[in-house]
């Protein structure tokens, strides 16, 4: 059986998923921060990196003392509370953990989806493309990529008046609407085959008088594609 063209689609859209929250997750760019001595610094899921200062006339000796550690970057863990000018730590401690917790979340969901797709392809006895649980665990699943990830997105949006998102943060907001792209081409494709297959066949029987001269009964019928 040939593999059903919308299903291989949304499969190739949430393989690009996978792939923006993968990179988005090892960036350190997540959010720029203020820190009180007018420093910034890049802060990711798992990586911290400092930044450049704020040149102005009373810390260019300040500025000159971090061109050395500018470039060093620390690694970061499950409730690291790195935060910045006017931030409460409990406050980013907890955000940044969800945001770890939704996107470990997404990925092993997304890696389902796309392994439940090849099984179905092997054609395995377990598992066979006309199963009927086939295509909707593969939605089920980005379904599922794409709502955690909007879960820990939304709470993750602003942490404080002197950060700002950076361009990871923007990249899975692409994979979560990659992600949900996919579910919903999954789930249209579901019911779209269940408003044409789980009705009964349906037979239109119409009688026709061809001509007044020559009665007769033509049998226009119409049955349902399954």
């Keep these: 059986m040939a593999v059903q063209r919308l299903v291989a689609a949304a499969v ?8 923006l929250n993968n990179v988005a997750a090892f960036t350190p760019s997540w959010v720029l921060q203020a820190l009180e001595d007018g420093r910034k610094r890049n802060v990711g ?12 006339r009373d810390d260019i000796q300040a500025g000159n003392r971090m061109q050395a550690t500018q470039r060093q970057c620390e690694s970061l863990g499950w409730g690291s509370d790195y935060a910045g000018y006017q931030e409460s730590r409990s406050t980013v401690k907890l955000q940044f953990n969800m945001m770890r917790a939704c996107n470990l979340i997404a990925t092993v969901a997304l890696t389902a989806g796309q392994l439940i797709f090849l099984l179905g392809l092997v054609e395995l006895p377990f598992i066979t493309q006309e199963s009927q649980w086939w295509e909707e665990a593969i939605a089920a699943l980005f379904q599922l990529a794409s709502f955690v990830l909007v879960i820990g997105l939304v709470t993750f949006y602003r942490i404080g008046p002197y950060t700002h998102l950076s361009y990871s943060c923007y990249m ?6 990659l992600a949900t792209l996919a579910a919903a081409m999954l789930i249209w494709n579901i019911l779209h085959r269940r408003d044409d297959c789980l009705a009964p066949p ?3 029987i119409s009688p ?12 226009d019928y119409v049955e349902s594609p399954c």
């Design 12 to 19: 190739v859209v949430a393989l690009l998923s996978l792939v």
């Design 45 to 56: 899921l798992w990586r911290m990196c400092p930044g450049g200062a704020e040149k102005g």
């Design 202 to 204: 349906l037979i239109i």
């Design 172 to 177: 899975d907001i692409a994979a979560c609407l």
């Design 208 to 219: 026709r008088l061809a001509s007044p001269l020559y009665p007769r009964l033509d049998n």
